[in-house]
């Protein structure tokens, strides 16, 4: 096998081109408002904070996880263009298993960054620094990158030797490595064990954030200042809750097996590329009003 043939949905071949029809404005969508983001953070003296730092990480991961797979989803509903190459497929596989889990990290040093600006406001300058945003990035890529590098290289290595059509959009594991003549139960164990520790250490500690900050919020005096200190953490909040409750829907959904149609799990982790990049920049600038005077500024 020298590439494979990306069928998107098994049992809608004839109408799957009509979801193009929300797909393309997301796209358009989530780029425009990551870039004009990005652009507003690097212009704005006032955005040149540790907080914004760590947003603007989280806008280009969106980015790039957006340009990784929605793009080739279109060709294929618009130009029927469904081979992928051996090299394309793994590589596609590689950046999806590496920057989902860093999103994932990037939110956890978010969820940090706001506790230790509730729980302990007067160490937050002296603890939240540039230098920590630096060594959180280190920490997001490396973390992630060792975890989740073996799951492509294990599913190269295998011999393609029967059928090569993907019954999928993008280049999910499962769906490449099943059309290998070996066995794939090391490679689809290796990805439940790093894709549960990953992400779900991510939730947890990211739980155990918040409860430290409601704890801290509750023992304020003032309702005002605890209505402030919550309101910091609700643009964050929101956006943590969309991303993970996507993603374990995905999850169950794609576990059940017959019980749920085919078709679902395939559009859930398509939309879970799209709609969370979408989302988050404008959560964000709507929220919060650093960010909308930046945006107003560029944009005029």
Not at 83 to 89: E, H, M, R
Not at 91 to 116: G, K
Not at 288 to 297: D, H, N, S
Request: hydrophobic content about 55%; overall charge positive; proline content about 5%.
């Amino acid at each position: 096998v020298t590439e494979f043939l990306m069928i998107c949905f098994p049992g809608m071949q004839d109408t799957q081109h009509w979801l193009s029809i929300p797909l393309a404005p997301l796209l358009v969508l989530a780029l425009g408002a990551n870039f004009v983001l990005l652009l507003a953070i690097r212009q704005e003296a006032c955005l040149h904070q540790p907080m914004y730092y760590l947003l603007a990480i989280l806008s280009m991961l969106d980015v790039i996880l957006c340009l990784t797979v929605i793009p080739k989803v279109l060709l294929i509903f618009w130009f029927n263009m469904k081979p992928i190459s051996f090299a394309g497929c793994f590589l596609q596989m590689f950046i999806m298993n590496t920057f989902l889990p860093m999103e994932s990290s990037t939110f956890l040093v978010m969820a940090y960054d706001r506790y230790v600006a509730i729980c302990h406001p007067l160490r937050y300058p002296s603890i939240i620094t540039e230098q920590f945003v630096i060594n959180a990035a280190i920490f997001i890529v490396f973390r992630n990158l060792l975890a989740t590098l073996p799951t492509p290289v294990l599913a190269s290595r295998l011999t393609y030797c029967a059928s090569n059509v993907v019954e999928n959009c993008i280049c999910a594991n499962i769906s490449v490595a099943r059309l290998s003549c070996e066995d794939i139960h090391l490679s689809k164990l290796y990805q439940f064990v790093s894709v549960w520790c990953l992400l779900g250490s991510d939730l947890v500690l990211i739980l155990l954030s918040y409860c430290f900050i409601l704890r801290a919020v509750m023992h304020l005096n003032s309702g005002g200042a605890a209505t402030k200190a919550l309101s910091t953490c609700s643009s964050h909040l929101i956006l943590i809750l969309f991303f993970y409750t996507l993603l374990l829907v995905f999850i169950f959904t794609n576990k059940a097996g017959k019980e749920v149609p085919s078709e679902v799990p395939i559009l859930l982790n398509v939309l879970h590329h799209v709609i969370p990049p979408a989302l988050n920049p404008i959560v964000y600038g709507v929220r919060t009003q650093e960010i909308k005077r930046g945006i107003v500024k560029l944009l005029k």
